[in-house]
C-alpha cells in the first residue's frame, strides 16, 4: 500500500503564494514520475505539472511562469510552489505519482498510481 497525504493548501487573496507539499508513504522502492492535478467546481480534474525522477518538468500552459515544482527524492515528497495566483486557480489540487513497491515492479515497470485525498486552494478576488 502506497499514501500520498498533501498539505499546504487554503485561502489566498490574488496575487498571492501558496506552497503545496505532497509526501508519500508505505511500500516504495521507487517513485517515477510525480505530478500536481487540480479539479475545479464544475470541471474535470486537469494536469498542472509533472517532474520525473531526474527533475524533468512539465507544466500545463496555465500553470507556466507561475509555478514551479520540484521534489526531495530522499523523503518521497514532491511541491507546487504557486506565486501569483488567479481567481481561476481556485480548485482541490491533487498529487499523484508512479510507485514502484519492490524491485521486481521496477524492473517490469509495474507502476501503482495512487492520488492523495486533496488539498483545497481558494483565491479570492
Known amino acids: 500500500q502506497v499514501q500520498l497525504v498533501e498539505s499546504g493548501g487554503g485561502l489566498v487573496q490574488s496575487g498571492g503564494s501558496l506552497r503545496l507539499s505532497c509526501a508519500a508513504s508505505?511500500?516504495?522502492?521507487?517513485?517515477?514520475?510525480m505530478g500536481w492535478y487540480r479539479q475545479a467546481p464544475g470541471k474535470e480534474r486537469e494536469l498542472v505539472a509533472t517532474?520525473?525522477?531526474?527533475?524533468?518538468?512539465n507544466y500545463a500552459d496555465s500553470a507556466k511562469g507561475r509555478f514551479t515544482i520540484s521534489r526531495d527524492n530522499a523523503k518521497n515528497t514532491v511541491f507546487l510552489q504557486m506565486n501569483s495566483l488567479k481567481p481561476e486557480d481556485t480548485a482541490v489540487y491533487y498529487c499523484?505519482?508512479?510507485?514502484?513497491?519492490?524491485?521486481?515492479?521496477?524492473?517490469?515497470?509495474?507502476?501503482?498510481?495512487?492520488w492523495g485525498q486533496g488539498t483545497l486552494v481558494t483565491v479570492s478576488s
Open positions: 517532474i520525473s525522477s531526474g527533475g524533468s518538468t
Open positions: 508505505g511500500s516504495i522502492f521507487s517513485i517515477n514520475r
Open positions: 499523484n505519482a508512479e510507485v514502484a513497491t519492490s524491485r521486481s515492479a521496477y524492473i517490469r515497470s509495474r507502476y501503482l498510481e495512487p
